[in-house]
């Protein structure tokens, strides 16, 4: 029994051990789960008490196998979440934003909400004396969300409380964006890592969104929205996949 995370939703599959070649091996699933291994380029497993990551390098789908690199140990307790998360819609993005001091309200008010409707890219950021950090957020829970980023943010630090808000926004027709809430919240770094030599992820959990709070269920409501949207966006890929 073996797990990925598409769109960062838990997806269990079971595979069959084929053959060893070097440090390369053989995988045989269903086709279904061909479809997400072949998606998410990765999935993990458990072997006596170590988590493995196993990275996918080809898939062979007429006769539903793929090979994947030797694992390597990963240390995060990814098996573990108690609480779903899942990647930002495209149709719903998420923009995080803070100012300077980490005081968004106190801070050159107008200017930095302005920035909030730029078209902003994952790797845009200013940071110094006169600007805000503006960043898409890359997955979400009522836990806490991620970032992933180009360059150095120096608010991100494990340990640091930061006063931020979360701006949510709707796409409407001709790619245009309307705001439909803002929230703001007190957060806690507690991770960053770099991913590649470019790429930072960092993540920082809510401290204070309470659970009887507004804001807190329409992050819940926004989490279960987006999980039906990943799992058709799966069973469309299944389906097409069969078609084949």
């Known amino acids: 029994d073996v797990i990925c995370?598409?769109?960062?939703?838990?997806?269990?599959g079971k595979i069959i051990l084929l053959s060893v070649k070097e440090d390369f091996f053989v995988w045989k699933t269903s086709s279904k789960f061909l479809v997400v291994i072949a998606y998410t380029g990765e999935f993990f497993a458990n072997f006596e008490s170590e988590l493995l990551r196993f990275e996918v390098i080809s898939i062979d789908d007429k006769e539903?196998?793929?090979?994947?690199?030797?694992?390597?140990?990963?240390?995060?307790?990814?098996?573990?979440?108690?609480?779903?998360?899942?990647?930002?819609?495209?149709?719903?993005p998420v923009r995080l934003l803070i100012g300077?001091?980490?005081?968004?309200?106190?801070?050159?008010?107008?200017?930095?909400?302005?920035?909030?409707?730029?078209p902003v890219d994952s790797d845009y950021r200013k940071e110094n004396s006169s600007h805000s950090v503006l960043l898409n957020v890359y997955d979400i829970s009522v836990g806490g969300i991620g970032l992933i980023f180009k360059g150095e943010v120096k608010a991100f630090e494990p340990g640091k409380k930061i006063r931020m808000k979360l701006i949510f926004f709707r796409k409407v027709s001709g790619g245009a964006e309307i705001k439909e809430r803002e929230i703001s919240v007190l957060g806690e770094v507690v991770r960053k890592e770099k991913i590649t030599e470019d790429l930072v992820n960092v993540g920082i959990k809510f401290v204070d969104?309470?659970?009887?709070?507004?804001?807190y269920k329409?992050?819940?409501?926004?989490?279960?929205?987006?999980?039906?949207?990943?799992?058709?966006?799966?069973?469309?890929?299944?389906?097409?996949?069969?078609?084949?």
């Not at 969104?209 to 804001?215: A, D, F, T, Y």
């Not at 329409?218 to 084949?244: A, D, G, H, P, T």
Request: hydrophobic fraction near 35%; glycine fraction near 2%; aromatic fraction near 12%.
């Open 5 to 12: 995370f598409f769109h960062e939703v838990p997806v269990k």
């Open 64 to 92: 539903i196998t793929f090979t994947t690199k030797k694992p390597e140990l990963f240390n995060e307790e990814i098996l573990n979440r108690q609480i779903l998360r899942v990647t930002i819609s495209e149709e719903r």
């Open 100 to 118: 300077r001091g980490n005081n968004v309200y106190g801070y050159q008010r107008k200017k930095s909400l302005s920035l909030a409707y730029l």
């Open 209 to 215: 969104l309470h659970r009887i709070s507004e804001n």
């Open 218 to 244: 329409f992050i819940f409501n926004y989490v279960l929205e987006r999980q039906r949207e990943i799992r058709k966006q799966m069973e469309l890929l299944i389906e097409e996949f069969s078609r084949k």
